[in-house]
Structures are given as C-alpha cells and as structure tokens.
C-alpha cells in the first residue's frame, strides 16, 4: 500500500514514511491510494476477538510495510491495561435498546486523543528506523489542552524520541495545565508560551520552516516531527474503535448481523469522523455519519451547502476541543468525494487561504450529504442535555459529548431515523468538570469552588472514582517551570536538545 499527497506533487511514499513526514511536503495531506476492503466473512471472523487484535487485522491492512511483529509490539505497548482503565480500552454503554455511548476515554489523559496517541510513538520510531533515520525524533507541540497532555503521555520515556509541548500560559484549563507541569518522563519537556493558542501554534510552525535551525538540530542527531492529528500515524488507529464497537453490539446480539447502524461524532478537525468514514468506506455497515458541532459550526454550513467559509466570529465554548474554525482533515474526505482529483482539491484549499472560503460542486457536495448529515448544539442546549441524559438514564457524560447527544435528537426529529446509533463519547465527564457540575446540579454547586475541588463533588454525585489521570494532581510536583515569549521558542528548543 502506498500513499499519496492529496494535492498530487509529492511522490508516493510507503505508510513507514508517510507517518514519519507528518504532512505532505507539497502541502497537502497523505492519503492511502487503494481502497482497503473488510468483507463481511472477515468482518465476522473478528468477533470473536479482542480489541489489539481486531487492530491487528485492520492496522495490517493499511500499514504492510510493517512486520507482523513490529505491529503487533507498538499494539502491545499502547493498548493494555496499564494504559486504559477498562480492559475492553473502548467499550460501549447502552443507554437504551438502540443507542450507546462509545466511551472513548478510558486512556491516560481521560480524552479521545489518547487513542491513537498511545500507539503514534511506537509507529513513529519504527518508521524512523524503518526509513533509515539515524537522528532522534523530536516531536513539537502546540496545544490547547488535551493532545498535548495526550502526546506527553503517549512519549514519555520512548526510546529514540524526545517531546517539546508549547502550552498557552493564560489559555488552557487549570486542571490541562496541572496535568502537563506534573508531567514525569525522561524525555519530555513542557513550556509556557506568554500570549494566546495561536501564539504558540504560530511559533511552532515557524520553527518547523526553518531550514538553517532544523539543520542546525540535524547535524546534532535531531529531526523534528509532528503528532498533529493530520499525521497518518494518528488516523488508522482510529478506525479501529468504530469496527471494534460494531462488533461488540453484534456480539450481544444488539445489532444483527450486516445491520446498518449510525455514529455520531463530536467534530472539531475532522480526524474522529474521518476515521468513521474510512471504515463505512471499508465495508462496515453503516448508514449515516452525524457530524455533531458547538457554534463554531463551520462544518454544519458545509455539510449543508457546500459552502466552507471560516470568516466568522470564534467563539469560546464550554467544549472548547471542538472550537475550531479550520478543520484540516477535511482535506482527505474532499479527495475522496472528488474521486481523487488533486488539482480540484488543491483548488479549494487554495482559495480557503487566500480568501477564508471554497464551494465544491454540486456532485461532491450531494455525495457528500448522501453520508454526511449535520447540525450544531450552543452551550445552553449542551448543559441542558446533561442535565436530561442524566435525569433519564442516570448517565454522566461530558460537554463535547452531549453536542453530540443534542444533536442526534434534531437528527431523529428532523428525519424521523429509527436506525440503531452509536454517540462517540470524547473525553471523561471529570475532565470537564466545571460545566458538568453545573448541570446536574446547578450554579450554586460550582460557585467558589476549583476544579480540583469539584472533581470531588462530581465523584460524590456520581459515586464514580476520579480517573487515576487527574487524580492528585495537587499534590504532584511541579516539574515545569520555563516560560517563554513567542519569538524566543527556537532557544527554548535548542536550549532544551543541546543544552
Ligand atoms: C480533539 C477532541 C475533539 C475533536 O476531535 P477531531 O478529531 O478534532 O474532530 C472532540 N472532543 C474532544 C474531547 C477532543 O479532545
């Protein structure tokens, strides 16, 4: 299997160097070439086994470049129970006949990422040996919250590589910034940026365009690279969950055998719903993908017109993971519907950079909407659907996945779909704590209080014990304690690797 850009000027490259080079060096983002098909006997076969090795035999699939061993070693180290908190890594919760809860968040970092930032480090330095790479790999990161903690966690104490994660100083949650600065590991390091997100993301690429500074780091054994969720890398572990999920509900006899079911997906870059589409696109029975936004819902006007226009407001949301205005795995799908035509895509991406807008035509779009169907939740209706779920069915879930819960209602209204669906649940309901609280039980419960504290008042209330991830975390020692300007992160990088 080979993989190609989808802006068509870069040559092919096997899945080893498409994880290693991270993005496409043309621009565009790398994309298998073939279809890879699960039929439905193979489909069947794999019920009976467990979540590593239904990964095995999708992961093979994708990656052949790979040795069965060397595959079967980076599942191993990502998905056991040291890892996750339930040994079934992602299981599903029924909340009545016909709807479940994929819980996505048992890993480390109590949130979706951890899913395929547990297995990216191993896949990576496998690729850099594979490719004959002889520096280290060293991975920047720009975050907002949740993957740079998930890409600590996924790097720590990983041989060959080491981890540089740029935080806004003033922009993340407290519990976010507690989990990074008590972050152990040999190999990691953790920098407070002065300014916003776009601050320290804009620094990070500008260090990546360097060419003198990653020559510099070069001939001292070092190469940059990026566990940004446009890495292949990061995408083909996610496809496993959605059949592994599939299977599960077969299994209990739930679904019937080849029954079409719905997901719905909280949606920020794309990259969890991508994956959804991959495995539909693979041959699991599947009938509508719910594209589930916040009100930064530039994907639901798309969805709807075909028309991408990222001149809007942002908006700061109380699912701040889904508070995105440019949504980079949209680019593979676009490739996908146009049936791989590179300079149409390259076209439209064009024309979002140099405008903040593209329309696809009338063909891709109605494709498109044959799959894709969406719509959005505000932060009123997001609280109020906690509120209810819990009420209902005496179940927690968190902000990012009662959009999707809220919008699956307007799906059912506005359609009248009685197909069995599963809600992917993105992050545990103590990770976001403060507006779950508030919720269930109201302003007064939350005023004057922390969210250390109210990780507390949300294990009460719920007689659930607080994730082992965010447990403690004020009583951790504080190992990090560099802060930066914007214009002075490439010191910081080489301070950090040559010391
Ligand atoms: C990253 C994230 C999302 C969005 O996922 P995408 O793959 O970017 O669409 C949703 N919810 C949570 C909790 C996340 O961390």
Not at 130 to 157: M, P, Q, Y
Request: charged share 25%; aromatic share 8%.
């Amino acid at each position: 299997m080979l993989y190609e850009s989808t802006r068509g000027n870069y040559r092919r490259v096997t899945s080893a160097e498409a994880i290693k080079l991270g993005i496409a060096p043309d621009g565009g983002l790398f994309v298998p070439c073939d279809r890879v098909t699960i039929d439905e006997q193979k489909l069947w076969d794999m019920i009976k086994h467990d979540y590593r090795e239904r990964a095995y035999l999708i992961l093979k699939e994708f990656l052949d470049d790979y040795s069965e061993g060397e595959i079967r070693d980076c599942l191993k180290l990502a998905y056991n129970t040291d890892n996750f908190a339930s040994p079934v890594i992602a299981p599903a919760h029924r909340l009545r006949d016909g709807l479940y809860i994929l819980e996505l968040w048992h890993g480390p970092t109590c949130a979706f990422k951890d899913m395929a930032l547990q297995i990216l480090p191993h896949l990576l330095t496998r690729a850099a040996s594979k490719t004959g790479e002889r520096s280290a790999i060293v991975i920047l990161v720009a975050t907002s919250g949740d993957t740079g903690k998930a890409a600590l966690e996924g790097f720590k104490n990983v041989p060959g590589a080491r981890i540089i994660v740029f935080y806004p100083e003033q922009g993340v949650s407290e519990v976010q910034k507690l989990q990074m600065l008590t972050q152990e590991g040999n190999n990691v390091a953790v920098v407070a940026v002065r300014g916003n997100f776009d601050d320290a993301q804009s620094g990070v690429k500008k260090i990546f365009a360097d060419e003198a500074f990653n020559l510099e780091l070069q001939k001292a054994n070092y190469r940059l690279s990026s566990a940004n969720s446009i890495n292949w890398g990061r995408l083909v572990p996610q496809i496993v969950y959605y059949f592994s999920a599939y299977l599960d509900l077969a299994a209990q006899n739930a679904i019937a055998p080849g029954e079409k079911i719905n997901f719905v997906v909280p949606t920020g870059n794309f990259g969890n719903i991508l994956a959804a589409y991959y495995a539909r696109e693979m041959g699991l029975p599947v009938h509508r993908l719910i594209c589930a936004a916040n009100t930064n819902n530039v994907l639901t006007d798309f969805i709807r017109t075909g028309v991408y226009n990222r001149n809007r407001r942002f908006v700061k949301t109380i699912s701040p993971s889904m508070d995105i205005l440019i949504s980079s795995n949209l680019e593979r799908l676009l490739y996908h519907l146009t049936g791989r035509d590179h300079s149409r895509v390259a076209r439209w991406m064009a024309d979002l950079h140099r405008t903040g807008s593209y329309q696809v035509d009338e063909h891709s779009r109605d494709k498109m909407r044959q799959i894709l169907w969406s719509d959005y939740a505000d932060d009123r209706e997001t609280l109020e659907t906690i509120r209810s779920v819990h009420q209902r069915y005496g179940y927690i879930m968190d902000t990012h996945t009662a959009v999707g819960m809220k919008v699956y209602e307007k799906y059912t209204g506005a359609t009248g779909d009685g197909t069995k669906t599963i809600v992917a649940s993105t992050a545990s309901p103590f990770k976001f704590n403060a507006s779950v609280v508030k919720a269930i039980l109201g302003g007064q419960a939350v005023a004057d209080k922390d969210e250390l504290e109210l990780l507390h008042v949300l294990s009460e209330t719920s007689g659930l014990d607080i994730p082992a991830g965010l447990k403690d975390l004020d009583r951790k020692p504080v190992l990090h304690r560099t802060i930066t300007d914007r214009d002075s992160m490439a010191g910081v990088v080489k301070d950090i690797l040559l010391g």
